[in-house]
T-cell receptor, first 112, second 117 residues
Framework: SQQGEEDPQALSIQEGENATMNCSYKTSINNLQWYRQNSGRGLVHLILIRSNEREKHSGRLRVTLDTSKKSSSLLITASRAADTASYFCATDAQGGSEKLVFGKGTKLTVNP | GAVVSQHPSWVICKSGTSVKIECRSLDFQATTMFWYRQFPKQSLMLMATSNEGSKATYEQGVEKDKFLINHASLTLSTLTVTSAHPEDSSFYIC?????????????FGSGTRLTVV
């Protein structure tokens, strides 16, 4: 079943602009992760934020987590054409099952 | 970094035949691997959890006799799609977590595009 729900489903911006994607989930989590997928390829792990963290940075990526609202956001600053991809949030639910449950994803297009 | 190697990257097979997909952890041991299925423009759906030395755990609605999973060693898990039909055409991806803590992300294979004709 889908846990995370991203919005928007699709986002088109110009190079240099910032891109913000949001994710909501339903159950208590150990952590929330963001992944990137280029068309027809596997997923690349971008960043993991633990349930006791509120914000995390990695290069041009900034992730926030609000456990009270069960939501997270991924901000990509100064976007590049190479950032064009689909972005998924995934939750690692409490209970130790190790299963990742993915959201529906946001298709980001960065126009040069 | 940790790498999961998945083969083949694409395969075309005839209806009724079986196809085997392999996932290997190259520089770490993976006691658990996960198999996902992804339809075009959709998200990943977990099919099963592959456990080294024991039976796989299948998600609800996934036919275990249709999708055979074998995890015979700490570095290799295989998914066999048996008696494939056109509706089995999809993108299949495996993953494993590096480390035992919930603080680690997962490493994914590059995926296998299966087309059944």
């Amino acid at each position: 079943s889908q846990q995370g729900e991203e919005d928007p489903q699709a986002l088109s911006i110009q190079e240099g602009e910032n891109a913000t994607m949001n994710c909501s989930y339903k159950t208590s989590i150990n952590n929330l992760q963001w992944y990137r997928q280029n068309s027809g390829r596997g997923l690349v792990h971008l960043i993991l934020i633990r349930s006791n963290e509120r914000e995390k940075h990695s290069g041009r990526l900034r992730v926030t987590l609000d456990t009270s609202k069960k939501s997270s956001s991924l901000l990509i600053t100064a976007s590049r054409a190479a950032d064009t991809a689909s972005y998924f949030c995934a939750t690692d639910a409490q209970g130790g099952s190790e299963k990742l449950v993915f959201g529906k994803g946001t298709k980001l297009t960065v126009n040069p | 970094g940790a790498v999961v190697s998945q083969h083949p990257s694409w395969v075309i097979c005839k209806s009724g035949t079986s196809v085997k997909i392999e996932c290997r952890s190259l520089d770490f041991q993976a006691t658990t691997m996960f198999w996902y299925r992804q339809f075009p423009k959709q998200s990943l759906m977990l099919m099963a959890t592959s456990n080294e030395g024991s039976k796989a755990t299948y998600e609800q609605g996934v036919e275990k006799d249709k999708f055979l999973i074998n995890h015979a060693s700490l570095t290799l898990s295989t998914l066999t799609v048996t008696s494939a039909h056109p509706e089995d055409s999809s993108f299949y991806i495996c993953s494993a977590r590096v480390g035992f803590s919930a603080n680690y992300g997962y490493t994914f294979g590059s995926g296998t595009r299966l087309t059944v004709v």
